[in-house]
């Protein structure tokens, strides 16, 4: 808004009047008034004037203050009001002055500004721009002034209206019909440049134009701010009684028809209340502010959220502690299940004033144009938007929006029809209509990028898409049908639909949401992530271990001792901790038994184990038929005891594996410098018990990671259409091959690709740890990197790992990246004050 209030100046190092006495008549004079101006600006009760000379107060010199808007339009905020002045006149004919909130004086050669009035030009920073604005406080002064002391009253002037300042970029300031003009043209040129300045000394008059704000884009100034849940909004009642699909994808990569038993289901909202009856089949996700209810014979793919039920409840979900239903009782199993929301959501306003404003404001611009006949819209040649209005109904002859341009603005103060148009380029076009809309057969090349076409319709209007619609079309309150003409098989729009009352809905619609135009999610928090066991749960999951076996991983470094057991019979060993047994062949080399309780395990030659306190050992013989060797083996020590010596990561795979569900499966491989199999085959869930007999703790080698990921991505078959996990786990750098990692980050391109996430893990030392590739590899491919230091931290991160995985729901949805930035104003920029002030004695 404008602000409309008392003058605030400060003028600081005044004295008191008596001190005066001293100084020149003249010099008197203006440091007097100088004093009057402080007390003014302060709002004091009472103003001293000095003892001798005139006074007058009379209406010489006028002010007015006008806006520009971005449409071209202007918005008068102070129109030709007066300036009252007080007058001083001294004994050598000079008179000194307040005018307007300064302090001027004047002689016979002409004025000069003394003190300046409260008028202010400045720079401010906004995102990181400099924006200009402008502040004005101006006095009026009334009464009979005359020597000594004066009561004081100050009255606010109100009266100023000007809504168009919002749209304001610039600013025209005239003070006209005073004497005091060369001193007004003198601040003028101070604070806001000579450039900016026009003097007419012959008129007794000065003017200054400068600019204002940021110069947005037009559809920011417009106002409307629009708030998309998904794929389809209604503020009444919605009965369906046939078959929909509200499915999405992103309008960035574009429309790419799914799998029918991979679809990737979004929103229906409504307002007040959803039921699904008779035997309609649903695909989406129903949200409702009221009621939601199912006959029996109903269908619905995924789960609807609801803040009322007719049914009890028959549960609550494990993962969110929300209220559960079968809506379609008595129907069982479910056919319709129904969630609790913890409380509604905002409904969506109409944008019926935004529309009058636009339509009103670009049918006043000069530079609009007429497109009643036109068969292409497109941005003139050189400019950076374009600008066509009718006033009438519109739109029948166009073919084609060209974009490619810039932005398109379309204001249509009547009907719009839409039939057989095509919308190219990379801009966008924003529609403005203030009466009925039909959309027939309109398309977006290329990708069906929702977001490059916007039709905004009022809230006491018809809406008709008729077959294929491709965009937003946005009227909150307006009466929708999605219908069909001639042989098209059923209604389809790529992008959002927000309206009113849903008149008339064809059964097999679909409604493909363009997920970057969600700007709220309806759904708590708190309730989202269900783990409700229904068919539009989850995907089911393909998950590979990649796990390291370099020699880092158990005992390495140098031998700092090797201790040789000999005998079958079990002992006390010599050491505890971690050891690997000698393989050299210059020393014994049989195996090994660790005995702990009535657990018994065999260490081979070559292998790593770790002896813990309390457990018993033994060398094992070697027997050939009927003949045996004696007992004897060496076990060696090293330097450094491995950073998984005891193969933690085996155990926490398994525990990761028996996380997983039916249709989930699990595979592994490892790797040192090159990929070799841990299982064979990508293993369903009734065969994890051999999954986790095929899982072996090796260490030695060197590492090559992208060796390890190229070799886990063969076990995926492109033909599923499973969500394809891998978890990646090392402790070291690529070594020999690939060291700065380039082709592996192309294997990590691959496998996003191929829709493969990639959970990276760094065990051990980070010094060790190429974790900048590690990092690189799960941002390439939407995972994430974890460091942990130890072994034994692993068995908690799979965990945490394989419930992020388990929790994955097709209601757990994020707000989409489109930012519309549709709310902008230059109204902050301008602030006026004006005050009336009248001294009596």
């Not at 808007?69 to 000194?96: M, N, P, Q, W």
């Not at 996430?757 to 974890?786: F, P």
């Not at 230091?789 to 394989?802: D, H, V």
Request: charge should be negative; glycine fraction near 10%.
């Amino acid at each position: 808004m404008v602000f409309i209030g008392a003058a605030v100046v400060a003028v600081a190092g005044m004295t008191l009047v008596d001190d005066l006495q001293t100084d020149s008549t003249g010099e008197q004079a203006e440091r007097a008034m100088q004093q009057v101006d402080h007390d003014l600006a302060s709002e004091k009760d009472a103003v001293q004037l000095l003892e001798d000379g005139n006074y007058e107060i009379d209406g010489q010199g006028s002010i007015s203050v006008t806006a520009r808007t971005k449409f071209g339009t202007t918005c008068s905020l102070i129109d030709d009001d007066s300036l009252g002045t007080l007058h001083y006149e001294t004994a050598d004919g000079r008179s000194v002055a307040h005018q307007g909130g300064g302090v001027f004086t004047r002689t016979e050669s002409g004025s000069t500004m003394v003190s300046r009035p409260d008028i202010r030009y400045y720079t401010d920073e906004v995102d990181g721009e400099s924006v200009p604005g402008i502040q004005i406080s101006i006095t009026d002064l009334t009464g009979n002034p005359g020597q000594g002391t004066h009561s004081a009253e100050y009255e606010q002037n109100n009266s100023i209206d000007c809504p168009a300042a919002r749209y304001a970029t610039g600013v025209e300031i005239t003070v006209e019909d005073t004497p005091y003009h060369h001193g007004w043209a003198e601040f003028f040129n101070a604070e806001f440049g000579t450039e900016n300045v026009d003097a007419k000394p012959d008129q007794q008059s000065v003017t200054v134009n400068a600019t204002l704000g940021t110069d947005q884009p037009l559809e920011s100034y417009v106002g409307v701010d629009p708030t998309i849940y998904g794929g389809l909004y209604t503020d009444d009642p919605l009965q369906l009684d046939k078959d929909l699909t509200v499915d999405r994808y992103n309008g960035n990569d574009g429309w790419h028809d799914p799998d029918p038993n991979n679809v990737t289901e979004d929103l229906l909202v409504s307002a007040d209340t959803i039921g699904l009856t008779d035997d309609s089949l649903v695909t989406g996700i129903p949200v409702t502010n009221g009621k939601f209810t199912a006959d029996s014979d109903a269908n619905l793919s995924a789960v609807g959220y609801a803040t009322k039920f007719d049914v009890p409840s028959f549960g609550e979900d494990n993962a969110t502690g929300t209220k559960l239903y079968n809506v379609s009782r008595p129907t069982y199993p479910a056919t319709v299940y129904g969630a609790k929301m913890d409380g509604g959501f905002d409904t969506v306003s109409a944008v019926d004033d935004d529309i009058d404003t636009a339509v009103e404001q670009i049918g006043k611009m000069d530079r609009k144009t007429g497109f009643k006949t036109k068969k292409t819209l497109r941005v003139p040649d050189g400019e950076a938007d374009a600008i066509y209005y009718e006033s009438s109904a519109a739109g029948q002859q166009l073919d084609e929006i060209d974009t490619s341009g810039g932005i398109i603005h379309v204001a249509v103060d009547s009907n719009l029809k839409l039939d057989d148009v095509e919308v190219t380029g990379n801009g966008r076009a924003y529609f403005y209509v203030s009466g009925s809309i039909i959309a027939e057969d309109v398309t977006i090349e290329p990708n069906q990028g929702a977001s490059k076409l916007w039709v905004y319709g009022k809230s006491d209007k018809n809406v008709k898409i008729r077959n294929d619609f491709q965009g937003v079309l946005y009227a909150p309150g307006s009466d929708v049908s999605l219908t069909t003409t001639g042989s098209n098989a059923h209604p389809e729009v790529h992008g959002a639909v927000v309206g009113g009352e849903i008149t008339n809905i064809e059964a097999g619609t679909e409604i493909h949401f363009d997920e970057t135009l969600r700007t709220d999610v309806p759904i708590p928090n708190a309730n989202q992530g269900l783990e409700i066991p229904h068919p539009g749960e989850r995907k089911p999951v393909d998950v590979m271990f990649a796990l390291d076996r370099s020699g880092s991983m158990g005992p390495h470094g140098y031998r700092i001792r090797s201790h040789e057991i000999n005998g079958a019979d079990w002992q006390s060993p010599p050491f505890t901790g971690s050891f690997r047994v000698d393989d050299s062949g210059f020393g014994f080399s049989g195996s090994v038994q660790i005995k702990n309780g009535s657990d018994v395990e065999t260490v081979n030659p070559g292998e790593y184990a770790v002896i813990e306190p309390g457990e018993r050992i033994r060398a094992k013989e070697k027997c050939y038929g009927n003949w045996c060797t004696d007992a004897e083996t060496t076990l060696n020590r090293y330097s450094n005891p491995g950073n998984d010596p005891d193969g933690k990561r085996i155990e926490a795979t398994k525990k990761f594996v028996g996380q997983m569900k039916d249709g989930d499966r699990a595979g592994a491989i490892e790797f040192n410098s090159r990929a070799s199999p841990l299982t064979t085959d990508l293993y369903t869930h009734a065969n994890f018990d051999d999954f986790n007999s095929s899982l072996d703790a090796n260490a030695n080698g060197g590492t090559y990671i992208g060796d390890g990921v190229d070799y886990a991505l063969e076990y995926y078959e492109p033909s599923t259409d499973s969500e394809k996990i891998m978890i990646l786990l090392t402790d070291g750098k690529n070594d020999g091959t690939d060291e700065d990692g380039s082709t592996t980050r192309t294997i990590a391109a691959e496998a996003d690709e191929d829709d493969v996430t990639v959970y990276t893990v760094g065990l051990g030392n980070e010094n060790d740890i190429d974790v900048d590739l590690l990092k690189d590899i799960a941002d390439i491919t939407g995972g994430n990197y974890t460091h942990v230091s130890s072994a034994s931290q692993l068995n908690e991160l799979f965990k945490n790992i394989g419930k992020d995985v388990q929790d994955r729901s097709i209601a757990s949805m994020d707000i989409g990246s489109f930012e519309e930035s549709n709310d902008w104003s230059n109204e902050y920029a301008i602030e006026v004050r004006q005050t009336t002030i009248e001294l009596d004695q």
